[in-house]
């Protein structure tokens, strides 16, 4: 049985490659319905069969990238189509861009300005203690740990000097802009020129004085103030009303004219009031709006020190 079974096999085997030979491999591939076949392949199970582990762990992935032609594929791409298609602001948006950068320099910006007034409330705090030792007044002993807090102390010499420095600057600066376009619109309408000793005198005192009374009313600081960090209030503490703004306005040249000596009891005086706060029952203290105001970290760990010293 096993040798009739051999010679069987053998002459199938024959037969077969003789058939293989004869028909041509093109009119068999015309006579299948390919899609009658993939119509009947069902996928879900032939993916469920597959490894998709074992199968990536068999593709050599450096030699796949050494075959990867990437001039010619960057060649075959239409840049500029594709600039296109990208929407530039629904990108922005969807990634918050704009909202990081804002808030990073508003950060940045917040940072250096809380800086800036720290060295001046630490001039603040040397200046004071200065004083105190000369006059032989008790000096405040310091409490806190890092850096001390001192919204709501009163303002000394340095800060309010600063202060007032900014608010001379802006409202010159405003004045000349404001200057500059009037006599521009004069000249050409009218052939006159608004730049005379007087005029600008009385316009630039004018200016200052809608523009303190104008801040201190609305926002009981002025823009000079508020980029210090200071705001002024009543002597007890309270808010100012406008009548209170208007005095200390009108007061502040008194401060003035007799040689700035209406500046000194900032100095010395316990509250540091000038005298344009004496007369209009104000004071004027630290506030940094949503941050404490604080004294630089070094300041406030010798004045720790000091005051833990016998």
Known sequence: ???????????????????????????????????????????????????????????????????????????????????????????????????????????????????????????????????????????????????LTITGHHAGAVSRAAATALDLLIIATSFTVALAGVNLLTNAFWGLSVRRPLPATVGVAALAVCYAIGFLTIAARTPGQGIVGLRVIRSDGGTIHPGQALRWVLAFPLSVVPLGLGFLPIVFHREHRALHDLLAGTAVVHDWGDRPAELPGPLSAFLARQAGSP
């Open 1 to 147: 049985m096993t040798r009739p079974a051999a010679v069987l096999g053998r002459l199938a085997g024959k037969v077969t490659g003789r058939v293989v030979e004869t028909v041509q491999p093109d009119i068999v591939l015309s006579h299948v319905d390919l899609d009658a076949q993939l119509a009947r392949i069902d996928l879900n199970r032939l993916l469920d069969r597959i490894d998709i582990e074992r199968l990536l762990d068999r593709v050599d992935v450096d030699r796949l990238l050494e075959r990867v032609d990437v001039d010619r594929l960057l060649e075959r791409v239409d840049v500029e189509k594709l600039v296109e298609r990208i929407d530039v602001g629904s990108l922005v948006r969807r990634a918050g861009l704009a909202g990081v950068v804002v808030e990073s320099q508003a950060r940045v910006a917040g940072s250096v300005l809380d800086l800036v007034r720290r060295q001046l409330a630490g001039l603040d705090a040397l200046l004071d203690r200065g004083v105190r030792r000369l006059l032989r007044r008790e000096v405040p002993i310091p409490t806190g740990n890092g850096r």
